[in-house]
């Protein structure tokens, strides 16, 4: 059974940076589309970057290029989101997700739609103050 548990929210001031990490743990071997989705209270999620282990090809959102930057660890089975340059638009809790993608993965498309993920996380609070 594939888990995957966030971790790294927390609160800051605009500006600052946060690390969030989600570790998996049930996964094969093959490769996989994982994803960081967030949502905000009143709205729908939505996908902020994106990576398919395969080749390590990414996506992001155009709100958060250049600040957001999405990575993985096969060996420790763990995704990363490290946050720089935080604005108050970027508060909500934030999501990971994964998929099995043994052949091929197109992280732009996968990251377009929630139904793309069979496993997610129970996301953990990013608030940013002004």
């Known amino acids: 059974q594939v888990q995957l548990v966030e971790s790294g929210g927390g609160s800051v001031q605009a500006g600052g940076s946060l690390r969030l990490s989600c570790v998996a743990s049930?996964?094969?071997?093959?490769?996989?589309?994982l994803g960081w989705f967030r949502q905000a209270p009143g709205l729908q999620r939505e996908g902020v970057a994106g990576?398919?282990?395969?080749?390590?090809?990414?996506y992001y959102t155009d709100s958060v290029k250049g600040r957001f930057t999405i990575s993985q660890d096969n060996a420790k089975k763990t995704l990363y989101l490290q946050m720089e340059s935080l604005e108050p638009e970027d508060t909500a809790m934030y999501y990971c997700?994964?998929?099995?993608?043994?052949?091929?993965?197109?992280?732009?498309?996968?990251?377009?739609?929630?139904?793309?993920?069979?496993?997610w996380g129970q996301g953990t609070q990013v608030t940013v103050s002004s």
């Open positions: 049930g996964l094969t071997s093959s490769n996989y589309c």
């Open positions: 990576i398919y282990t395969g080749d390590n090809n990414t």
């Open positions: 997700a994964a998929e099995l993608a043994p052949d091929e993965c197109d992280p732009s498309a996968a990251m377009q739609a929630i139904g793309s993920f069979s496993y």
